[in-house]
């Protein structure tokens, strides 16, 4: 028989990949959100359009059982959306509104096998001073004390996950996502991340030009490519363990190196301009030894492989938008 998945933020990066991925993998797939995919057409059976902050939306959505439920919808975006503290209320008003809807239409569902995902911003603000020697490991969440509100909601959010997994005989499988990029994601309009941003920056850029970059460029980070991240989602969500696991890379390097590394697969040498912006804390990278350990899992690309693609993608979304502004200002 055909198996199911419901796919929650279908219209998101991450989300319309996995709609990708479960049709190739024979699903019948749901897709709900509040939009479209913005790159592609979804490739989802069937499409919701609507708000999961609606309870009478999401019950609509969630009226049978499905053999795999992805829980991905949420408010969220670069750090200039996260960290300036401006947008606090909305991040934590609406994810959490999702996350509470989702899991009671699930639970009237009978469906137990939902995986959502959480984030690297869950963890401790006081691990991650030093840039070189950062701690995630996963039990090294509590005591909590993320840098964000967008964390916050993430950490409140596993709870509830985990509370309906002891209360109601759930499965619900969690993940807690570093950094994942590629082709298709969000890479104009300030929700963007460091990797799309920096690959925007040199496309538009001339060789032997200048680009902007907030912060000094030595905090580091760790990047996974989104398709790694499919991969890590749906062994866990197959899996009998509930998690929390770290799906990210342990590949870390600085925010100079990554912008020196799209530098080379640009073949521009471009010099960085360094101004004060929002940057998230000092370090950060993933520690896979438990999901290692206990689902075998760890990426299988450089950063570079995922890079290089990436920047193809998003060079070709400068070059196609240069094109209409010329065409529009010579029709002019
Ligand atoms: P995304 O913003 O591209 O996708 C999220 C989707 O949720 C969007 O399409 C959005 O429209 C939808 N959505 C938001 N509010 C909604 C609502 N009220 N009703 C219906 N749909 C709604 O983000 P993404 O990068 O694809 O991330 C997917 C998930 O992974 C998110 O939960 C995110 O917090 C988590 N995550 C992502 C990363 C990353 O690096 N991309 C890192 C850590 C965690």
Redesign the pocket.
């Known amino acids: 028989m055909t198996k199911t998945a419901l796919v929650?933020?279908?219209?998101?990066?991450?989300?319309?990949h996995l709609v990708k991925r479960l049709k190739l993998e024979g699903f019948w797939v749901r897709g709900?959100?509040?939009?479209y995919p913005e790159f592609s057409d979804s490739q989802a059976d069937e499409f919701y359009i609507?708000?999961?902050?609606e309870q009478s939306f999401v019950r609509n959505v969630i009226d049978c059982d499905f053999d795999e439920v992805y829980?991905?919808?949420?408010?969220?975006?670069g750090a200039g959306y996260i960290f300036t503290g401006e947008n606090d209320a909305d991040i934590m008003h609406?994810?959490a509104?999702?996350n509470l809807n989702v899991l009671a239409a699930c639970q009237k569902n009978n469906i137990n096998n939902v995986f959502y995902?959480?984030?690297?911003?869950i963890y401790p603000a006081y691990n991650q001073t030093d840039p070189e020697n950062p701690l995630c490991a996963e039990q090294s969440a509590y005591p909590a004390q993320p840098d964000s509100e967008?964390g916050w909601e993430?950490l409140f959010s596993e709870r509830l996950y985990l509370s309906y997994n002891r209360n109601y005989k759930m499965k619900c499988r969690i993940a807690?996502?570093?950094?994942?990029?590629g082709p298709e994601?969000?890479w104009e309009g300030g929700?963007e991340?460091a990797p799309a941003a920096i690959c925007r920056k040199i496309a538009e850029t001339v060789d032997g030009g200048e680009i902007e970059m907030w912060g000094d460029g030595l905090q580091t980070r760790s990047f996974l490519y989104v398709d790694e991240c499919l991969n890590g989602s749906t062994l866990l969500t197959r899996s009998d363990k509930e998690g929390p696991y770290n799906i990210g890379s342990e590949e870390m390097v600085s925010i100079n190196q990554l912008a020196s590394i799209i530098m080379n697969i640009a073949g521009k040498n471009i010099s960085i301009s360094h101004i004060d912006g929002p940057q998230g804390v000092r370090g950060r990278n993933s520690d896979n030894s438990l999901i290692l350990k206990e689902l075998n899992w760890s990426p299988s690309k450089t950063l570079i492989e995922g890079l290089e693609k990436t920047y193809s993608w998003i060079h070709s979304q400068v070059h196609d938008k240069e094109m209409k502004k010329r065409k529009k200002i010579s029709y002019n």
Do not use: E, P, W
Request: with cysteine; hydrophobic share 30%; glycine share 16%.
């Open positions: 929650l933020g279908a219209g998101g990066f991450i989300g319309s709900v959100d509040l939009k609507g708000d999961l902050r829980q991905l919808a949420a408010d969220m975006g609406n994810s509104s999702i995902s959480s984030s690297a911003c967008y993430k807690r996502y570093h950094n994942i990029y994601g969000t929700k991340k």
